[in-house]
C-alpha cells in the first residue's frame, strides 16, 4: 500500500505533468537542435566500432596464424595428456573432504551479502 507522502507526490507530479509554461519557442529550437549533435556522436560512435571490429579481426587472424606456425596442436595435446595423467593421480576423497565446506560456505557468504544489502538500501541505489 502506498503511504500518503506518496499519495501527494503522486498527485504533485500528475498536475505539474499537464502545465504547459510559455518559453517562446526555446525548446522547440533545442529539440531540433539535438538531432543533429546526436547524429554526429552516432557517426564517431560507428567510426570507432569499425577500428575495433577491425581489431579483433587482426587479433584473430594472428592467433590462427600463430598456432599453425608454432604447432599449437601439439601444445594443445601435450595439456590435454598432462591433465588426465594428473586426474589419474588425485586422490578424490582428500579433495571432497576439503572441498566440501568451501562449496557449502560460498553460498552463505551471498546470502550474507544478499541479506546486508536489501535491509542498507541506500548501499543498493548505487549499482
Known amino acids: 500500500m ?3 507522502k506518496d499519495i501527494l507526490l503522486d498527485d504533485f507530479f500528475k498536475e505539474t505533468a499537464e502545465l504547459q ?17 546526436q547524429k554526429l556522436r552516432n557517426q564517431a ?20 596464424a600463430l598456432f599453425f606456425f608454432l604447432r599449437g596442436w601439439n601444445m594443445a595435446f601435450d595439456l590435454l595428456a598432462s591433465v588426465f ?4 593421480s588425485i ?11 568451501l562449496i557449502l560456505l560460498i553460498p552463505t557468504i551471498a546470502a550474507a551479502t544478499a541479506i546486508y ?11
Open 45 to 64: 560512435v560507428e567510426r570507432l566500432r569499425k577500428k575495433v571490429r577491425l581489431l579483433e579481426i587482426v587479433c584473430i587472424a594472428a592467433g590462427i
Open 117 to 127: 544489502f536489501l535491509g542498507r538500501p541506500e548501499l543498493s541505489k548505487r549499482w
Open 2 to 4: 502506498k503511504d500518503e
Open 91 to 101: 586422490d578424490f576423497k582428500f579433495l571432497l573432504i576439503n572441498t566440501v565446506p
Open 85 to 88: 595423467a594428473l586426474a589419474v
Open 21 to 37: 509554461i510559455e518559453d517562446n519557442g526555446f525548446s522547440e529550437r533545442v529539440i531540433s537542435a539535438l538531432p543533429q549533435q
